[in-house]
């Protein structure tokens, strides 16, 4: 059984920064990407940022300079720098990783339980 658990999130004045993890554990053979998307309420789940196995990172421009996707192989996790926040960064912050099981050895998606940020003006 492989699940997501993250952390991290809470509340932040704007202009502040929070840091959010996300930590793979399970039966592991291996990851490809790895991502972070938001959901505000009443709007669609959005990505806000990817990181490949081999670190390569792309971020939308709504983000971009201001959040820095980063990973540890060795401890299968992703992580989130978020500086800068605005209000409009308020969101349930969820993560998400193509991972192959051990047991199966075909990769999956999967997804966090999500972690709410709320940025106060």
């Known amino acids: 059984q492989v699940q997501l658990v993250e952390s991290g999130g809470g509340l932040v004045q704007a202009g502040g920064s929070l840091r959010l993890s996300c930590a793979a554990s399970?039966?592991?053979?291996?990851?490809?990407?790895m991502e972070w998307y938001r959901q505000a309420p009443g709007k669609q789940r959005e990505l806000v940022a990817t990181?490949?196995?081999?670190?390569?990172?792309n971020y939308p421009d709504s983000v971009k300079g201001r959040f820095t996707i980063s990973r540890d192989n060795a401890k299968n996790t992703v992580y989130l720098q978020m500086n800068s926040l605005k209000p409009e960064d308020t969101a349930v912050y969820y993560c998400?990783?193509?991972?192959?099981?051990?047991?199966?050895?075909?990769?999956?998606?999967?997804w966090g339980q999500g972690t709410q940020v709320t940025v106060s003006s």
């Open positions: 998400n990783a193509l991972i192959a099981s051990r047991t199966y050895y075909n990769y999956n998606v999967y």
């Open positions: 399970g039966n592991i053979f291996s990851i490809k990407n």
């Open positions: 990181i490949t196995s081999g670190g390569t990172t």
